[in-house]
């Protein structure tokens, strides 16, 4: 054992997965630890300090400090890496052995292997997703499974890794007695085991960034990269990230992300989804940023549209990937014309971002990637839409803070939103970070503007379309009469984690403000399970 590292956990880690913690890999862990830990507490206690700032009503801006990198047309970032240079459609899901097979062999360009939104991270299912990842990249992950073989293709897409966000602890790993990143945990395994076997098959070590709400914590993952490269001895700006632009504060400094990030940029993606929850929890104290049901809020509406030309220009401008965002829809087999509908709005959805000039898109389901596939295709004839400048746009603060989006508060609006938030959280809860509900591939990012939206809808007396106000008892009733057909729409929800859900979301309800994340409310239940001590973690319940 290392020393100064323990792992708090009663989960059988034996072969294969003691060979993802070597002492070597808890080394270099500890290293990136020891030399980093302060600067991301120092990061976060700055989010709590911009928070307080934007309660007082001091309005998000761009940051005057950094006008002259914004102004400076001359630095560019990095050249796409190999196997990045074509990005067009990508397909996202947990490393879940099954789902990593399937997701490489989708057809799709690449895969982002997710310990993140669509992952809960049990200590089990973060150590068996990395080792199908290092068995995937080594061409050693056939298995067979039910009578059927899963086999990886010949060409299979290329890896793209992301990390859980800075704000994360992982409890069950101390280093010198404090827990360590969850973002330096997931970045290190991998990275550790498989930079140089992935740049020896002419690949490299590529990332997605999520959940960042400043240029600082953009320029400590350049810091993590430099110091990563020296370590295992491999050069300089061999790694990649793209960040994905998820937070409210992050659309206001796009420019200096990729300019901290310049020598190891990938470019920016619409991380559309978490981008709402960013809005709705960072303008919590504003009364006139109450948005209608979440089926409104859309990529046309106004803060939205502003956010992805804004993005676009940007990246062109540095040269660099604009990655449009997901399609959580899966295919309905059970109803053609249903299905031909829903597929219908994936096209539509699609067209928009490439005419727009986005470099790519995601999907959540391989039967996607035909339809967006061919969308791209037709309208996107070379590698990606660099030479597409949109200089045209024009995009001011206020652009990005015009909560004018039509649209109502309806009783659906609401029973959809208690229903995704119990169903969700009840997953997680058990382990599972990525559910279908009403052919939708939901993961914690949509349970997140579901539970904020419920207590925006609360906190300001907001009224639905009949007129009536929605106060906790209403949403009280709701969540009563929906927890009895969460059963039905995800079956593998035990009822002592509904409870659990339940009890969450009535409290959530009720706050003064919302809780920063689910995830960090409800990562105690998983740590408890996996038999650590509760004085290696807080519980928010």
Not at 32 to 38: A, D, G, K, V, W
Not at 508 to 535: C, H, N
Request: glycine share 6%; hydrophobic share 40%.
């Amino acid at each position: 054992m290392v020393a100064g590292v323990q792992i708090h956990t009663k989960v059988d880690i034996s072969n294969p997965q003691s060979d993802i913690l070597t002492d070597g890999a808890l080394t270099f862990l500890a290293a990136l630890h020891r030399t980093f830990e302060s600067t991301r507490h120092s990061l976060l206690v700055a989010r709590d300090d911009a928070q307080r700032k934007f309660d007082s009503g001091v309005p998000l801006d761009f940051p005057p400090e950094t006008a002259h990198i914004r102004a400076e047309p001359s630095w560019h970032c990095a050249p796409p890496a190999p196997g990045l240079e074509d990005r067009r459609v990508e397909i996202t899901g947990p490393p879940d052995r099954k789902m990593v097979i399937n997701a490489l062999n989708s057809g799709a360009k690449t895969f982002m292997a997710d310990f993140e939104d669509s992952n809960a991270p049990t200590f089990a299912n973060l150590i068996n997703g990395q080792v199908n990842l290092r068995d995937a990249i080594r061409r050693q992950i056939d298995f067979e499974s039910g009578g059927k073989q899963y086999k990886l293709s010949a060409k299979p897409a290329v890896l793209i890794v992301r990390p859980r966000g800075w704000h994360l602890d992982e409890t069950r790993i101390t280093i010198d007695n404090t827990p360590i990143s969850a973002s330096l945990f997931d970045f290190a395994l991998y990275f550790y085991h498989n930079a140089k076997e992935l740049i020896k098959r002419g690949s490299g070590p590529y990332f997605y960034l999520p959940k960042m709400e400043h240029y600082l914590e953009a320029r400590l993952w350049n810091d993590v990269f430099l110091f990563s490269q020296s370590y295992i001895g491999i050069a300089h700006n061999t790694i990649r990230a793209t960040v994905l632009i998820e937070t409210l504060p992050a659309a206001f400094q796009m420019e200096e992300i990729l300019f901290e990030l310049r020598n190891h940029s990938a470019g920016l993606n619409c991380g559309r989804w978490d981008y709402i929850f960013s809005a709705i929890k960072k303008r919590r104290a504003d009364k006139s940023a109450v948005l209608p049901d979440r089926k409104d809020v859309t990529m046309t509406v106004p803060f939205m549209d502003s956010y992805v030309r804004l993005l676009i220009q940007t990246c062109h401008r540095r040269k660099v990937a604009a990655m449009g965002g997901m399609s959580a829809q899966i295919p309905i087999k059970d109803d053609l014309q249903a299905n031909e509908v829903a597929m219908e709005k994936v096209r539509a959805d699609k067209f928009r971002e490439v005419t727009a000039g986005h470099d790519g898109t995601w999907i959540a389901h391989p039967l996607i990637n035909q339809i967006a596939r061919k969308v791209f295709d037709e309208n996107m004839l070379g590698p990606n839409q660099y030479h597409i400048r949109r200089e045209d746009v024009k995009v001011a603060a206020a652009d990005l803070l015009n909560a004018s989006v039509p649209g109502k508060i309806t009783e659906d609006g609401i029973r959809s939103n208690v229903s995704v938030a119990l169903a969700y959280c009840g997953a997680w809860i058990g382990g599972n970070g990525c559910i279908p509900i009403n052919y939708l591939m939901e993961d914690a990012a949509t349970a997140e503007i579901a539970r904020v939206q419920l207590w925006q809808w609360v906190k300001y007396g907001a009224r639905i379309d009949t007129g009536e106000q929605i106060t906790t008892q209403y949403v009280d009733r709701i969540i009563a009469e929906q927890a009895l057909g969460i059963k039905k729409i995800a079956p593998g929800v035990k009822e002592s984690h509904l409870k659990i859900a339940r009890k969450y979301l009535t409290a959530q309800i009720r706050q003064q403000w919302p809780s920063e994340f689910l995830t960090s409310d409800l990562m105690p239940y998983l740590t408890m399970a996996d038999g650590v001590e509760d004085k290696w973690y807080r519980s928010s319940l």
